[in-house]
């Protein structure tokens, strides 16, 4: 792991933890966001949640089950966490356009508004755009920004592209007004590099580290730039080239126990292979915390993932 890039990653304010389901985002964002602020960064974390609330995936990671849209403390010094939800940027936009916020409550409230404005797909975007870029601006009295780096756990890649394709769809549909200004707001943001990281996270393996590739792409095509990829459970390899070669060549002729595990190992070199083939983007190798399906070890994980990750940080 000696050549295991670093990069200045804090002093991006936003950081998209992004991948399709199951790969180890909502870990992944945790620990980044957990290794920000114990670098010294007043760190938001965040996760698109929905206002019938419901089980919170990061409010788990630091003991609680349930988050609000509002940040909070979540324990460690400098982190808070809060949820995006739709419904409170949409009444945050409503509100900036017209000044009249009772009423914009209750019409937002209403069921019928609220069918409406989930069956209006970029309504539901534009709402979730809306209240991340109201989080991102939040101020102190003296102008400081109120969380210096935000690390958003991502939903699975589709629901991820829809957000950031939003500015382009909406100003290409709309030629002036006050979304096209918030859009243009919230690019200053997301499409540039420097202030704006999104992270793959993918696992080393052949049909995940193929999605990978293509979520980097549709990354790019929206104008947001993928840092890096985190390559997730990464099986421990105790073998060198010459042990490997005469493992392989024991185990053809008769299976013994291990041999799966051993497969594994093959499988997820050649995934590492197949993606540094595919892409000149940094991969930061993220290894297999073990046994951690079993619910002692889930509690156990987080503090070695920010351990890895804050090996990357500088
Ligand atoms: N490096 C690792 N070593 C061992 N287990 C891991 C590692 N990273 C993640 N896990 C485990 O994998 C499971 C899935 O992780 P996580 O919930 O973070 O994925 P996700 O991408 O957010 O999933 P979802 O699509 O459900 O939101 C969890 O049980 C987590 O503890
Ligand atoms: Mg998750």
Same mark, same amino acid.
């Given at each position: 792991?000696?050549?295991?890039? @670093? ?19 909502? $870990? ?7 290794a ?14 929905? #206002?019938?609330g ?55 409230? /209403?069921k ?9 797909p970029?309504l ?8 991340? %870029?109201t ?6 009295? +003296? ?5 210096? &780096?935000v690390v #958003?756990?991502? =939903? ?12 382009d ?5 709309? =030629?002036?007004?006050?979304? =096209? ?26 049909? =995940? ?7 980097? +792409?549709?990354? @790019? ?15 421990? +390899? ?9 493992? /392989?060549?024991?185990? %053809? ?5 291990? $041999? ?13 292979? @197949? ?7 940094? *991969?930061?190798?993220?290894?297999e &915390? ?10 156990? *994980?987080?503090?070695?993932?920010r351990?890895?990750?804050? $090996?990357?940080? $500088?």
């Open positions: 792991m000696s050549d295991t890039p @670093r990069m200045d990653v804090l002093s991006r304010r936003i950081h998209l933890v992004t991948g399709k389901g199951g790969v180890g985002r909502t $870990s992944l964002a945790a620990a980044l966001a957990w920000a602020a114990r670098e010294g960064k007043r760190v938001l974390l965040t996760q698109i949640g929905d #206002a019938e419901g089980y919170s995936a990061i409010g788990r990671k630091f003991g609680r089950d349930q988050l609000t849209p509002d940040p909070e403390p979540l324990g460690p010094d400098g982190l808070r966490g809060c949820h995006v939800w739709a419904t409170r940027g949409q009444e945050q936009f409503a509100r900036s356009v017209i000044p009249a916020g009772p009423l914009i409550r209750a019409a937002l409230n /209403s019928v508004l609220r069918k409406f404005a989930t069956a209006v970029s539901h975007e534009l709402g979730v755009f809306y209240h991340l %870029l989080l991102l601006e939040a101020q102190h009295e +003296d102008g400081r920004p109120e969380h210096e &780096v #958003a756990d991502m =939903p699975a890649t589709g629901q991820t592209l829809a957000l950031t394709s939003l500015p769809i909406l100003l290409d549909a709309l =030629p002036d007004g006050p979304i =096209p200004k918030a859009m243009r707001r919230g690019q200053a943001y997301l499409n540039d590099p420097a202030k704006t990281a999104a992270w793959v996270v993918t696992l080393p393996e052949l049909l =995940p580290v193929t999605e990978a590739l293509e979520l980097i +792409d549709g990354l @790019r095509a929206t104008r947001v730039h993928p840092a890096g990829i985190l390559l997730n459970r990464i099986p421990e +390899d105790p073998f060198d080239a010459d042990e490997r070669r005469a493992l /392989s060549a024991l185990l %053809l002729e008769q299976p013994l126990h291990g $041999s799966a595990a051993f497969h594994r190992i093959g499988v997820a070199r050649a995934a590492e292979e @197949r993606l540094r083939s595919g892409t000149d983007l940094p *991969i930061f190798p993220i290894t &915390v073990p046994d951690a399906d079993s619910p002692r070890t889930e509690a156990a *994980i987080e503090p070695m993932l351990d890895q990750l804050a $090996s990357f940080l $500088s």
